[in-house]
C-alpha cells in the first residue's frame, strides 16, 4: 500500500544536535493510525526492540540487582510490568518470541551471566522475524543483527569474552579466522572501520551514535526504490526510535544516572552511602 500524505507530511529526523521538536508518541500515534490492518501489526516489529530492552533490564534488576536504565520509550508495553505480566502470563498480545524466551528461560535468569540474558532474547525475537510477510522488516533486522554481531565480536576480543556461538554466524567466524580480518570483513562490510574505530575508542555514546548512523545510511540506501511505500514508513519509524533516545539526553540526566549507578554499584558491594568513598 502507498502512503503519499502521510508520509509528505512527516518531518525531517535527525542524529544530530539541535534536535529538532518532535513529540515521539503524538506522532507515533498519528502514523499507526493511518496505516492499514496488516501494516499495523508489523509496525509493531519496529518497536519491539525498545521492549525487548525493558524486559532484559527488568531481568538484570530483579535476578542480579542490576539497574542499568531507565525505561525505554516508546514502547509496546509498559517498561514497569513487563517481566511481572510475562511471568504470570497475562501480557495482552506478547509475542511469541517473548512467551519461548520465558518459558526456556524463566528458571535461569539469576544463572545466566547478563550478557547472555540479552542475547538469548535477541536470537528468539530475530528467529521469530524470519515468518514476516515484509522483506524489509527482515533485510533490516538481518543487517541489524550482522551489525551487532561484528560489534560482539570486536567486544570479546577487547574484553576477553566469548561470544555466544549462537549468535555470531560461521561465515564472520570464517573470515576471522583469516590473517589481517579487517580487511577481509571491510570487502563486505563496508562499515567495519568506522564500527571497530567506536568499539576501541570504549565510549558507549560515540558506539551507540556510530552504529546508529549506520543503520540510518542501510534504511536510506533502501528507501531509493521505496518511495511513499509501507517499508518507507517503517524505515521512518525506526529513525524515530533512534531519534527518541538521543533527543532525551541531556547532561543533567547523565549526571543523575551516574550517580545512581554509582549508588547501585556501592549497595551491591556493601557500601551503604556515597559519602563513605
Not at 551487532?148 to 577487547?158: G, K
Not at 538521543?246 to 549497595?267: Q, T, V
Request: aromatic content about 14%.
Amino acid at each position: 500500500m502507498d502512503y503519499y500524505y502521510l508520509i509528505a507530511s512527516l518531518p525531517e529526523l535527525s542524529l544530530e544536535q539541535p534536535f529538532p521538536s518532535i513529540d515521539v508518541d503524538n506522532t507515533l500515534s498519528f502514523i499507526t493510525g493511518n496505516l492499514n490492518e496488516e501494516d499495523l501489526k508489523l509496525s509493531k516489529y519496529l518497536i519491539f526492540p525498545n521492549d525487548n530492552k525493558n524486559l532484559t533490564n527488568s531481568i538484570l534488576d530483579k535476578y542480579h540487582k542490576i539497574t542499568l536504565a531507565e525505561y525505554k520509550s516508546p514502547s509496546n508495553f509498559s517498561g514497569e510490568d513487563i517481566l511481572a505480566s510475562l511471568m504470570q502470563g497475562n501480557l495482552y498480545n506478547a509475542p511469541n518470541y517473548m512467551l519461548r524466551y520465558i518459558a526456556n528461560y524463566k528458571d535461569k535468569f539469576d544463572l545466566l551471566r547478563p550478557s547472555r540474558i540479552e542475547e538469548y532474547l535477541w536470537l528468539e525475537f530475530y528467529n521469530e522475524l524470519e515468518t514476516l510477510d515484509n522483506t524489509f522488516i527482515i533485510e533490516y533486522y538481518q543487517f541489524d543483527k550482522t551489525l551487532r554481531q561484528l560489534a560482539t565480536v570486536r567486544n570479546s576480543q577487547l574484553y576477553d569474552d566469548s561470544p555466544l556461538s549462537e549468535f555470531v554466524n560461521d561465515a564472520i567466524n570464517r573470515q576471522l579466522e583469516i590473517s589481517k580480518p579487517e580487511t577481509v570483513l571491510a570487502k563486505t562490510y563496508p562499515f567495519i572501520s568506522d564500527l571497530w574505530s567506536a568499539l576501541d575508542g570504549r565510549d558507549p555514546l560515540t558506539i551507540e551514535k556510530t552504529m546508529d548512523r549506520i543503520r540510518w545510511k542501510f534504511i536510506d540506501e533502501y528507501e531509493l526504490y521505496e518511495n511513499f511505500s509501507s517499508n518507507q514508513v517503517f524505515g521512518w519509524i525506526i529513525k524515530l526510535v533512534h531519534y527518541s533516545r538521543w533527543a532525551s539526553l541531556s547532561s543533567e540526566k547523565g549526571r543523575i544516572r551516574c550517580l545512581e549507578l554509582c549508588d547501585n554499584a556501592l549497595k551491591v558491594s556493601g557500601i551503604s552511602e556515597l559519602e563513605n568513598l
